[in-house]
Structure formats: structure tokens, C-alpha cells
């Protein structure tokens, strides 16, 4: 069956898909699989057609730092597949759900044939680029409380019904959002405590809501820009 070309990334490529579908095989992953490890050899790209990982990176000392999350639609791995050098960051899955493996060799051949697939492959790693640089800022010049503010804005979506406010669902733990900002879980507590007080966020069943996303918007520019 041809399904390379039910993946979004490989969608109207302008070149012939069918050469390519059986040098990638699909394979299914459980809830906690370790998909990626630091340092593995392989170079294959995954694309992710059902379910969600996770990437994180990990100090020598072990503490981890949480990079992001993928769903469907996404993609990893492609660094090691332009580069050859081994995995800079651990993918575990976070539900059950299905990846497209693409070879490094036919990653790099669909790239070079096509001019879509290239131009999609130039502006999301440009895109990763430009997400990089703004959280290495924020880590460089804001303080514990305006990087959750951040993170908070960054995760969330509009609420539907309601002008103004924004949702983070489901409602992040307290433990991961230390893990994206780089502080204690404590701490995150301690914050969410304040911010509750001040009527900036609630919980409702299955989402943190973000009531004034405005005023984080707000503090978290005026911090940069005291700190600039």
C-alpha cells in the first residue's frame, strides 16, 4: 500500500513516491518506548503518523531538560540524517501510536529530487531555529517566573468562547514545566500559587486556563527589554 504520500511533509513532493516506499518500513510504538537515545548510531528520520513523543535532553549529571513534544504530522532524527553524527537527544513515546521509518540514504535522495520537499526541509529548520534562539534568550535574560510566563504562552492555544483567554490542554505537570524552564518543581508551584492569587490562571477539568495572557505577554516583554 503507498502511504508516503499520506504523510504531510512528503505531500505533493513533484517527484514519483512509489521508487521510495519500500525502502521505509512503518512500525508501531507503545506508551514509554524509547524510539531515539542519546548518542545512538542510527540515522533514520522518523515521521510520526499517530501519537506523541517526546524530546529531551540530558545532562552529564542527569538532570533532564524537556526540548518539546511531536504529534502526528511531525518529524525527528533528520539532523543525524544531514550530518551522519550520533543522536543529540532521547524521543520516548508518551502514547501508543505509528512512525514511518525513512532511511538516512532515501531521506537525503527525496530531499535532493524534489524542490518542494527541500524548501519544506530548509524552512522547518529554520523555524527550529529561530525557537532555539528565543528560549536560549529567555534562559540567557529572564528570570524563574518569566520563563514560565513564556512557556506558558508558548503551549497554550485560544480558547474557544472565550476572547482573550488562552488553554494549555491537558493541564502541564508541575515536574515537566521545571524540566522546560530549567528550575525546580517547587518552584513551578510556588509561582502557580501567585499567579492563581493575582487571577491570572485557573484550572478547569482538563485545561489550565490563562484568564490575562495579555499581562503575561506584557510582563514577559518588559522583562526582556529591562534585561536588553
Given amino acids: 500500500m503507498a502511504r508516503l504520500g499520506t504523510i504531510p511533509f512528503f505531500k505533493d513532493p513533484g517527484i514519483e513516491l512509489g521508487p521510495y516506499e519500500s525502502r521505509c518500513h512503518w ?18 528520520v522518523y515521521f510520526i503518523a499517530s501519537g506523541e513523543v517526546r524530546i529531551l535532553n540530558r545532562t552529564q549529571s542527569g538532570k533532564e531538560v524537556i526540548l518539546g513534544e511531536m504529534r502526528g504530522g511531525a518529524f525527528f532524527g533528520e539532523l543525524a540524517a544531514i550530518d551522519g553524527i550520533g543522536r543529540s537527544a532521547n524521543v520516548t513515546a508518551l502514547t501508543r501510536g505509528e512512525v514511518c521509518v525513512v532511511p538516512a540514504a532515501v531521506f537525503r535522495q527525496m530531499v535532493f529530487a524534489s524542490e518542494a520537499i527541500a524548501d519544506r526541509l530548509f524552512r522547518l529548520l529554520a523555524k527550529r531555529v529561530r525557537e532555539l534562539n528565543t528560549r536560549i534568550m529567555e534562559h540567557a535574560l529572564l528570570d524563574l ?19 482573550g ?19 525546580r518543581r517547587e518552584q513551578v508551584t510556588r509561582e502557580f500559587t501567585a499567579m492563581a492569587s493575582e487571577g491570572l490562571v485557573d484550572r478547569t477539568r482538563g485545561a489550565l486556563v490563562l484568564r490575562r495572557p495579555d499581562l503575561l505577554e506584557a510582563r514577559v516583554a518588559e522583562a526582556l527589554r529591562e534585561d536588553s
Avoid: Q
Fill in 145 to 163: 517566573k518569566h520563563r514560565l510566563y513564556a512557556e506558558l504562552l508558548r503551549l497554550s492555544v485560544p480558547r474557544a468562547g472565550a476572547s
Fill in 27 to 44: 512500525r508501531r510504538f507503545d506508551e514509554n518506548e524509547v524510539l531515539v537515545d542519546f548518542d545512538d548510531i542510527s540515522t533514520d
Fill in 165 to 183: 483567554e488562552r488553554v494549555v490542554s491537558p493541564p502541564p505537570y508541575h515536574h515537566v514545566l521545571a524540566a522546560r524552564i530549567g528550575c
